[in-house]
């Protein structure tokens, strides 16, 4: 069973490959993806990577023999259609959705408890990782929520931690200047209060945020007011398309601040598209980089030849974290089969049973996690890097890349702490 990447007219029930007669040998799993609305930047490569998973472990055994049946769902990044969706899914009795954004993830945590349905989600929202709900800041328990990376909070933790060092190897006079930039919307917003909290108790001045569309625009005016406000350390809640539009802007108008970027506000297309604007970024990274040499890169290169037979296209880190998400998502179910069944309880009990938990074959690839019953934060280790622009950036990217035009290095790893008062937010 073979699953292409979707036409860009799709919106709902794209991709839909129904089981013959016999589908208990089926594994029915739903697919939400953006590859034509405002996050389809990163969306795109977060999407195809779960495609090819999927294709690849069908080519390779299936799930203890049994076949992942793969529904695949462009809703553009629109909330109304997700829901759709969702409920398109509960009618076919899916046994686990792979989940996107921010905003519809969290709108179907509800649902999802009531229904029994684990969601691997590609949003790592702070609110999505209390699974009881007895967190200090009142979030709404997910139990059926596994968010498949550092969550943004920790994510802008770490970031401020970096920025803290990084003032003083400056030799910075006084204190340094934090602001969080972003639309108002529940991804930027999500590490909104965290990151703003935690600059204080770092010893940050904090400054008024400042405000940008999620779709790409002009956004001079809003460097302006970066400018003027004397910020040393800005960070950019958006995805990837915005933020390029935001640095070329700020470039334009001769901002000179440290820009820091969420997970998937940065990768080695910004650096394509926003050229030199780009260069010296620190942003969180999740996973490791196309061609580290780690022992689980050859499994991501044979996963990502199932839409790429030649070998020759440059996979941005936002696909090797989605093949870490499938095989996670595979190895729970794989637990479930042997325990009772594949149901959701079951595969939700599935990522209780290891900790430091890497999937197999994806060592050094994907980072370590551990998920419980009283803690969602599954994956804590954040990873900052800070990119490296040279010269022009016309061309392919991989050239580009192996050229050392674009590049990057890390900065700084560190493992944050799961501090009671910091559970769902």
């Known amino acids: 069973m073979r699953y292409p990447i979707l036409s860009a007219a799709a919106v709902l029930a794209v991709a839909t490959l129904t089981a013959p007669a016999g589908a208990q040998d089926y594994i029915r799993v739903g697919s939400l993806v953006d590859f034509t609305g405002n996050t389809a930047s990163v969306g795109k490569d977060y999407g195809q990577a779960k495609i090819d998973a999927a ?64 969601y691997f ?4 929202s702070a609110h999505l990782t209390d699974p009881q709900g007895k967190g200090p800041q009142g979030t709404k ?18 970031l401020i931690q970096w920025a803290a060092d990084d003032w003083k190897k400056k030799g910075g006079a006084g204190k340094a200047k934090f602001v969080h930039m972003g639309d108002n919307h529940p991804y930027p917003n999500a590490p909104k209060k965290a990151g703003e909290e935690y600059a204080r108790e770092l010893g940050f001045d904090v400054l008024p945020a400042v405000t940008y569309s999620l779709a790409p625009g002009d956004f001079k005016a809003q460097c302006l007011s970066l400018k003027d406000s004397g ?6 809640a958006n995805t990837s398309g915005a933020n390029i539009s935001l640095l070329r802007s700020c470039e334009t108008v001769g901002v000179q601040v440290q820009f820091m970027a969420n997970i998937w506000g940065f990768d080695e297309n ?66 479930a089969d042997k325990n009772g069944g594949i149901n959701g309880p079951n595969i939700k ?23 419980t019953e009283s803690d969602h934060r599954g ?7 800070r990119s490296k622009v040279t010269g022009a950036t016309d061309g392919d990217l991989a050239a580009l890349v192996t050229a050392g035009t674009i590049g990057m290095e890390k900065v700084f790893e560190g493992d944050m702490p799961r501090r009671p008062e910091w559970l769902g937010w």
Request: hydrophobic share 45%.
């Open 349 to 371: 009990n599935g990522m209780y049973k290891k900790a430091n938990w890497v999937p197999a074959g994806l060592e050094g690839v994907c980072p370590s996690g551990t998920w």
């Open 270 to 335: 910004v650096m394509k598209a926003a050229g030199k604007a780009a260069d010296g970024v620190a942003w969180v990274m999740g996973a490791a980089k196309w061609g580290d040499n780690v022992p689980g890169m050859k499994l991501v290169q044979d996963v990502s030849k199932m839409s790429d037979p030649s070998g020759k296209a440059y996979r941005s880190v936002h696909y090797i974290r989605g093949i870490c998400s499938m095989f996670w998502m595979k190895e729970a179910i794989e637990w």
């Open 231 to 236: 910020g040393n350390y800005a960070f950019l």
């Open 141 to 158: 328990a997910a139990p059926y929520n596994f968010p498949m990376g550092p969550s943004y909070s920790d994510g802008v933790r770490a």
């Open 121 to 124: 989600s590609a949003s790592y």
């Open 55 to 118: 294709n690849w472990i069908n080519d390779n055994g299936g799930v203890n023999g049994k076949l992942l049946d793969l529904d695949t769902v462009d809703y553009t990044y629109i909330v109304p259609r997700a829901i759709a969706a969702y409920k398109k899914w509960v009618n076919q009795k899916v046994s686990v959705i792979q989940g996107w954004g921010t905003a519809d993830t969290e709108a179907l945590v509800g649902f999802l408890a009531n229904d029994k349905i684990p």
């Open 379 to 385: 994956i804590t280790k954040v990873l900052v890097y």
